[in-house]
């Protein structure tokens, strides 16, 4: 038998194809196909700098194996393979993740420092269908809407975008994500890879029981996708991948406690998540609390119709940065203003927590969580990886 190696592997159920480990990787190890996005046994030398980039955690998966698996094997999967089998017990042969050297121990745990970690799914979450359509296969959509959220004269162009996928049956969840490709070529000549957006209407859709789903989309000054995203016409074909990810999804439990911190256009899978609630309360509390930043009123993505949820439904805690003659204000200083209330639910087994927006807010939403947790006697780091291991904390950031 030859000797037992450890090979790094990406979780196609989880991963969502955005494709920033591979634009990551300093020694092009991280491939992709028309499915897969993939771990070159022969070129990966664990430098872990893909580690902390990825959005989801699926990137952070591990092997022992006696024969690699190769690109083309990986390429066909849909879900990761058991940890092979060398024997019996007593062979000799430790099979096991703590098995790693530990230098490998020291490179994770320093990889680990800036991620958001693995996550798993919520245990009543429905099960959410991925990657039925590839950048091989796409869907193809008819733009229905394009609207400007954000005022005239803001700092930032935010569209709401509604496809519709006609007779293609695209079903998504609260939560999920889809990729759009962007007509033309990159300056290699290659087609341009899908970019990925937050789906930000529920399951039944946009339209409720209409096969369309709607979209939060910022324009991004250099942007390929976004501004082609948000220069749409009414009628506009558009080629579409997904859905994509199977973690950051909602709880099909209507007495779950929902603490939603983002921000920008982070907001769109909790606008998601409410209209969820709105449309199945049935006269029910929400539970459903919201910490929302942005820079001003105008720049910040459905401030008009957020205003008219009621607070029965949604706790709103709008926060803005950059008022005139007011100082600055960010989500993780509401956080602390409303510590009773985020400390009762750090301490309620049926709280879920859902991050979501630019990577810069994370660490100052962790330092937040960590102060709440200590007035309450609580170990942050011992409360994250508890919920996080079931299923109740999650990190999208970009």
């Given at each position: 038998?030859?000797?037992?190696?450890?090979?790094?592997?990406?979780?196609?159920?989880?991963?969502?194809?955005?494709?920033?480990?591979?634009?990551?990787?300093?020694?092009?190890?991280?491939?992709?196909?028309?499915?897969?996005?993939?771990?070159?046994?022969?070129?990966?030398?664990?430098?872990?700098?893909?580690?902390?980039?990825?959005?989801?955690?699926?990137?952070?998966?591990?092997?022992?194996?006696?024969?690699?698996?190769?690109?083309?094997?990986?390429?066909?999967?849909?879900?990761?393979?058991?940890?092979?089998?060398?024997?019996?017990?007593?062979?000799?042969?430790?099979?096991?993740?703590?098995?790693?050297?530990?230098?490998?121990?020291?490179?994770?745990?320093?990889?680990?420092?800036?991620?958001?970690?693995?996550?798993?799914?919520?245990?009543?979450?429905?099960?959410?269908?991925?990657?039925?359509?590839?950048?091989?296969?796409?869907?193809?959509?008819?733009?229905?809407?394009?609207?400007?959220?954000?005022?005239?004269?803001?700092?930032?162009?935010?569209?709401?975008?509604?496809?519709?996928?006609?007779?293609?049956?695209?079903?998504?969840?609260?939560?999920?994500?889809?990729?759009?490709?962007?007509?033309?070529?990159?300056?290699?000549?290659?087609?341009?890879?899908?970019?990925?957006?937050?789906?930000?209407?529920?399951?039944?859709?946009?339209?409720?029981?209409?096969?369309?789903?709607?979209?939060?989309?910022?324009?991004?000054?250099?942007?390929?996708?976004?501004?082609?995203?948000?220069?749409?016409?009414?009628?506009?074909?558009?080629?579409?991948?997904?859905?994509?990810?199977?973690?950051?999804?909602?709880?099909?439990?209507?007495?779950?406690?929902?603490?939603?911190?983002?921000?920008?256009?982070?907001?769109?899978?909790?606008?998601?998540?409410?209209?969820?609630?709105?449309?199945?309360?049935?006269?029910?509390?929400?539970?459903?609390?919201?910490?929302?930043?942005?820079?001003?009123?105008?720049?910040?993505?459905?401030?008009?119709?957020?205003?008219?949820?009621?607070?029965?439904?949604?706790?709103?805690?709008?926060?803005?940065?950059?008022?005139?003659?007011?100082?600055?204000?960010?989500?993780?200083?509401?956080?602390?203003?409303?510590?009773?209330?985020?400390?009762?639910?750090?301490k309620d087994p049926n709280a879920y927590i859902y991050i979501c927006g630019l990577r810069s807010m994370e660490?100052?939403?962790?330092?937040?969580?960590?102060?709440?947790?200590?007035?309450?006697?609580?170990?942050?780091?011992?409360?994250?990886?508890?919920m996080r291991e079931e299923g109740r904390y999650h990190v999208e950031t970009y």
């Open positions: 038998m030859s000797q037992p190696q450890k090979q790094h592997l990406i979780d196609p159920e989880i991963c969502i194809r955005c494709y920033t480990c591979e634009m990551t990787c300093p020694v092009e190890a991280i491939v992709h196909d028309d499915s897969n996005v993939v771990v070159d046994f022969d070129k990966c030398n664990f430098c872990m700098d893909c580690i902390p980039v990825c959005p989801t955690g699926s990137i952070d998966e591990w092997r022992v194996v006696e024969t690699p698996y190769s690109v083309e094997d990986q390429f066909s999967w849909m879900e990761l393979p058991e940890q092979q089998d060398f024997g019996p017990a007593g062979s000799g042969v430790d099979t096991s993740i703590e098995a790693l050297d530990e230098q490998m121990a020291a490179l994770l745990a320093e990889a680990h420092s800036g991620a958001g970690g693995k996550s798993k799914a919520p245990a009543s979450a429905s099960k959410p269908s991925v990657n039925l359509y590839t950048i091989g296969k796409p869907a193809e959509a008819t733009v229905q809407g394009n609207y400007q959220l954000t005022a005239e004269g803001a700092d930032s162009d935010v569209r709401h975008i509604i496809l519709d996928f006609d007779g293609h049956p695209f079903p998504v969840l609260e939560g999920q994500s889809i990729g759009i490709i962007p007509p033309g070529t990159d300056d290699n000549g290659k087609p341009h890879l899908p970019r990925l957006y937050s789906v930000s209407s529920p399951r039944d859709g946009e339209r409720p029981n209409y096969n369309n789903l709607s979209l939060t989309v910022k324009r991004e000054p250099n942007g390929v996708c976004s501004n082609y995203v948000c220069d749409l016409k009414v009628g506009d074909k558009v080629q579409v991948t997904g859905p994509f990810g199977a973690t950051f999804l909602m709880p099909d439990d209507p007495d779950a406690k929902l603490l939603m911190i983002c921000t920008g256009t982070g907001s769109a899978p909790f606008r998601a998540f409410t209209m969820r609630r709105q449309r199945n309360a049935a006269g029910r509390s929400g539970g459903m609390t919201l910490f929302f930043g942005a820079r001003t009123p105008q720049s910040l993505p459905y401030f008009g119709p957020l205003k008219k949820v009621p607070e029965t439904m949604l706790r709103k805690h709008l926060v803005f940065s950059r008022i005139e003659g007011e100082p600055k204000q960010y989500v993780q200083d509401k956080l602390r203003e409303e510590a009773a209330t985020v400390g009762d639910l750090l660490e100052g939403v962790e330092s937040a969580f960590a102060d709440i947790a200590r007035r309450n006697g609580l170990n942050w780091t011992d409360v994250r990886n508890g």
